[in-house]
């Protein structure tokens, strides 16, 4: 299954979870800022971004793959830029790659909350 199918749902948890001002990367939604990395002009959109708190937080959908460097990539910098602000960066798992993402958060020492989503 596809990340994308994802992101309504990521979006449906944010507003029960007191998010305003939600942006998505996806239709109907406005687009989250994008970053782009000096080195090699990647850009890194995040797919969910929301207001709670004062703070902006990053929401990413994690799913098991196969190039995980570009994710891993995205992953550090939205933590970064969330911490420098005071916010945090979600890591929403689906079913059955909880554990990946709990797993990829330990081994490279990423400051992110999982939380599973169905």
């Known amino acids: ?4 199918a ?11 979870h007191g ?10 939604y406005e ?3 994008s ?20 703070n902006r937080h990053y929401l990413e959908v994690c799913m098991k793959t196969d190039q995980m460097r570009g994710h891993i990539s995205k ?5 970064e830029l969330a911490g420098m602000k005071g916010a ?10 909880v554990r990946f993402a709990r797993e990829a958060v330990d081994q490279y020492n990423i400051p992110a909350e999982v939380v599973k989503i169905d």
Do not use: C
């Open 88 to 97: 945090k960066l979600y890591l929403m798992a689906p079913r059955g790659h």
């Open 31 to 33: 687009t989250p800022k």
């Open 1 to 4: 299954m596809e990340k994308e």
């Open 35 to 54: 970053y782009e990395r000096a080195a090699d002009n990647t850009r890194f959109t995040p797919d969910v971004t929301g207001v709670n708190m004062f």
């Open 19 to 28: 998010f305003k001002d939600i942006q998505a990367n996806m239709e109907g």
């Open 6 to 16: 994802f992101i309504p749902l990521v979006v449906k948890w944010a507003k029960s």
């Open 75 to 79: 992953w550090k910098l939205l933590s």
